[in-house]
């Protein structure tokens, strides 16, 4: 495979804190960033060599981004189709066409885990009204509808719990394509971030247990509280998924545990550095930032064990603004992502704790 | 003291490594960098939110850098005086005017450590012929002559060996102003990095032990050969100096131990954020870079402990290109500054070790 040599110009797509620190952790590796992002002022665009701002349907302005660079990435899974093979014609484009295709669209990527041989909660696609009371029928009202595509952040789903909510969800779906999932019981969610390199190479991080509060990320604790067995099937399963998607670069799977039955069911699979694999900055022998750039350039991937237990916190909002309680901490990383407007609900930076409690 | 928030902008004058890495430890804490550097394409370019290219006479440049900045610093100690004080006109210069005068003089640094109660090498100024044989006739003809300004990597001086020397010695410094030091006899040399806020806290850390090769930095190793004593001696002499100086910001103490006397003499003093504190980016909890941000915006210190036994070497030249060899060690931190031309002894990068020897 193409190895991308430090010196190269990286180009990444998408501007935000993900964007952000996949460019801090080029640059301590040499590389120049070039970031192409519709939105000015944004959070990478501080600490990138050269920056683009344009639409991703912009062809000109892809094709111009695409020359400019030795390898081409993204932060974002929305990527759209056409603007991946633009750039794709014109440099290399990692991780490739293929992964966005999946994690874009529910069914897809449903379909895509199964035949991969890891279990998902069980599914039925579905359009018209008809083909939703046929979807219960087969996987129970105790259910979620969600549209196949563009949804994050809990948008675009809808828990059924009475007959009443059927027509909540005809509401939302509006007749575009959608899926019902049924309902998975579990006592914790967990996530592996794993990399790939374009030779092949494999490793995963340890699993990190994720705790979500408004559909969005609160915290992130290594270890899960999982058995020893649990977290190496977890591994093996990113793994395999991985390798099913020829994938290259770091991934992050979300997945279910039920500790009792000690099953675990994958939930979704995002093409990129993760919010759950912050802790990883501090928390790890290599970050899951510096880990993506050496898997696309072709580098030998890092090691991966965790420094200790470590506690990683969002801070959302005005959170941010209490830089002198953390910072005061000895045991705290405080990282803040250059965002001027503290917006209630907004990432605005994050604090990771390595071994919080020893002397 | 004025506290400098994070998401403010901070202005570095000088674009090479060191102001390289201080915006990368500046953008973890959500500061935007500014880099004033006479040369287009310097390092700490490619990581910069604002690039001003223009020289440090350029008073309408200097005035707009430092109108555009909420605390100014720089990253090399020749900063001309009038440079500084264009910037301190408009903006916070910290450290301050008195540390460069001190440190870009070595007549006024050897006077200004000595009256703070720090041993240095004897020393006696000199311009003529005949005040060099004065000086040699008070020092001993065991000694090093020195310029007394913009000497830098062994630059501007020569050992006095024989009577012929002597000629040499007024070729070289031609009658500008210049020192003759007394040669010490030592079995190792150390460094201190220090820290001073605004607020005037002060947090030293461990001692580094140094190599020179060719009079250019060659490895660091912690924790430095040396006994408690010597150890708990340094740190009070770099915290000493660091008072006197009232300075704000990461200064490296440079010293000279003789083992068998217990004895240290302080060689000289830089007024910033030094090679020989490299090792503190993963070896320390907290790297020199964000503590010298979080010295200048006035933020709590971070704590200084070792993370183990670190070892760091320089990459000159073309060592730069041996990346595989260090990606693929799983205890080495491979570091390149982005430059292109691996000319023979330019500084391309650093490999840092942490804990090399554990399993």
Redesign the interface.
């Known amino acids: 495979m193409t190895q991308v ?3 190269s110009t990286i180009g990444i797509m998408g501007g935000g804190q993900l964007g ?1 620190m996949l ?2 952790a080029a ?7 070039h970031i192409f992002c519709p939105e000015a002022n944004s959070p990478a ?5 050269e920056v683009t701002v344009a639409n991703y349907d912009d062809e000109a302005a892809l094709t111009a981004f695409a020359r400019a660079v030795d390898v081409a990435t993204y932060e974002f899974e929305n990527v759209p189709a056409r603007t991946a093979e633009i750039v794709s014609r014109e440099t290399l484009l990692r991780p490739g066409a293929r992964a966005l295709e999946v994690s874009q669209d529910r069914l897809h990527e449903k379909d895509f885990l199964t035949a991969s041989g890891v279990k998902t909660a069980p599914y039925k696609a579905f359009e018209s009204e008809d083909e939703l009371h046929e979807a219960i029928k087969l996987i129970g009202r105790t259910a979620v509808a969600k549209t196949r595509r563009f949804g994050y952040d809990g948008k675009g789903q809808l828990m059924i719990k009475s007959r009443s909510d059927i027509d909540k969800v005809l509401d939302i779906t509006k007749g575009a394509p959608a899926i019902l999932e049924g309902f998975v019981n579990f006592d914790r969610e967990i996530s592996v971030v794993v990399a790939r390199s374009a030779s092949g190479d494999v490793a995963a991080f340890p699993v990190g247990e994720n705790v979500h509060t408004n559909h969005i990320l609160d915290t992130t604790d290594v270890p899960a509280r999982v058995s020893e067995v649990v977290e190496a099937k977890a591994k093996v399963m990113a793994t395999r998924i991985a390798n099913a998607l020829e994938y290259v670069g770091v991934m992050a799977v979300e997945m279910f545990v039920n500790d009792g039955a000690g099953e675990i069911v994958v939930n979704e699979i995002a093409p990129r550095v993760h919010n759950s694999g912050h802790w990883t900055i501090e928390g790890a ?1 290599t970050s899951q930032f510096e880990q993506h750039i ?1 898997a696309i350039c072709d ?2 991937l ?2 991966t064990a965790a420094r200790g237990r470590v506690h990683m916190k969002n801070l959302l909002g005005k959170d ?1 603004l209490d ?2 309680k953390y ?2 901490d ?1 045991k705290a990383h ?5 965002k ?1 407007d503290p917006r209630p609900g907004r990432k605005m ?1 994050h604090v990771t704790w390595v071994n919080p409690d020893d002397e």
């Open positions: 040599k430090p010196g952000r460019a801090l640059a301590k590796l040499g590389y120049r960033c665009f501080h600490v990138a060599h022998e050496r580098l030998p890092g090691p941010i830089f002198d910072l005061s000895p405080y990282h803040h992502y250059g001027q930076g």
